[in-house]
């Protein structure tokens, strides 16, 4: 029974993941939460320190690759953190459609967001700040698809973990 609720708790974190959201630390504190209640859990702390090692290395992606891929298409530093707090603002916010609306709200944020930001640039015109939009666009759906595979690694190592105790 546990087991079922440990992978019922990973899997709504996976999902969070996707929003843009702290996904992948509701894993670690799933697992850590799992391995403090059951006592043979198998988890153990090397694999909570691996989990929580992934997790920082997914979070360190998702700004690596957000970043990146908005200067590549010639955004600013500043473009760059408008597509950052932008995702999280859009999903946050999401549009009104079940499931998918945060995950439509976190792209679109990322691009509004971006945009925003690169036409306060000295010297920006809005055909150049749509462009590094874009970049600001296909950054974030790299990231949260490198995310969510880090996610999914995560999960299948908390799970056989769990499984093996």
Do not use: N
């Not at 609720?5 to 630390?25: D, E, N």
């Not at 874009?134 to 996610?151: E, H, Q």
Request: charged share 5%.
């Amino acid at each position: 029974m546990g087991v079922l609720l440990l992978a019922a708790a990973l899997a709504a974190s996976l999902f969070l993941v996707v929003l843009g959201l702290p996904g992948l630390w509701l894993m670690v504190g799933a697992a850590l939460m799992y391995d403090w209640l059951v006592p043979v859990s198998g988890i153990g702390m090397i694999t909570l320190a691996v989990a929580a090692g992934l997790a920082l290395v997914g979070e360190v992606l998702e700004f690596i690759l957000a970043t990146r891929y908005t200067a590549k298409y010639g955004g600013s530093s500043r473009a760059g953190w408008g597509a950052i707090l932008g995702g999280i603002v859009g999903a946050t916010m999401g549009l009104p459609i079940p499931l998918i609306g945060s995950v439509i709200g976190a792209f679109a944020g990322a691009f509004v967001g971006a945009l925003a930001l690169e036409l306060t640039t000295v010297g920006a015109t809005r055909g150049s700040a749509t462009r590094v939009a874009w970049g600001a666009l296909i950054g974030r759906v790299a990231a949260a698809g490198a995310k969510t595979g880090i996610g999914c690694a995560m999960a299948a190592l908390l799970l056989v973990a769990a499984l093996s105790g």
